[in-house]
């Protein structure tokens, strides 16, 4: 059973950038990886996810152009680079792993594993 670390969070300024990271204890090779957030008195959303061996990006029209979601070569590794960022986006961000991934969206019930969040904060 897979296990993932979520870091990379803080406090910017709008307009600044940070970038998320979702390690894993074991390979993610076969999940689909990916990321939610949840904003106090908001429901979870889906941001962006990505299949670890076969790509496959999928992004919420709100992100689209601002984030890019990327692997590495270890594929035990997932990152969310966030630029521009905006108000809007402060939430905890969460990475989770399922087995299916789609390009026309990004239901949480599908993931099945997930971290404990690390909180982005955009001040303005």
């Known amino acids: 059973q897979v296990e993932l670390v979520e870091s990379g969070g803080g406090t910017v300024q709008t307009g600044g950038s940070l970038r998320l990271s979702c390690t894993g204890s074991?390979?993610?090779?076969?999940?689909?990886i990916g990321w939610f957030r949840q904003a106090p008195g908001k429901e979870r959303e889906g941001v962006s996810s990505?299949?670890?061996?076969?790509?496959?990006?999928y992004y919420i029209d709100s992100v689209k152009g601002r984030f890019t979601i990327s692997t590495d070569n270890t594929k035990r590794a997932v990152y969310l680079q966030m630029n521009s960022l905006k108000p809007e986006d402060t939430a905890t961000y969460y990475c989770?792993?399922?087995?299916?991934?789609?390009?026309?969206?990004?239901?949480?019930?599908?993931?099945?594993?997930w971290g404990q969040g690390t909180q982005v904060t955009v001040s303005s």
């Open positions: 989770a792993a399922g087995v299916v991934c789609s390009t026309a969206a990004l239901p949480a019930g599908a993931f099945t594993h």
């Open positions: 074991s390979d993610l090779d076969y999940y689909c």
């Open positions: 990505i299949h670890v061996s076969r790509g496959m990006p």
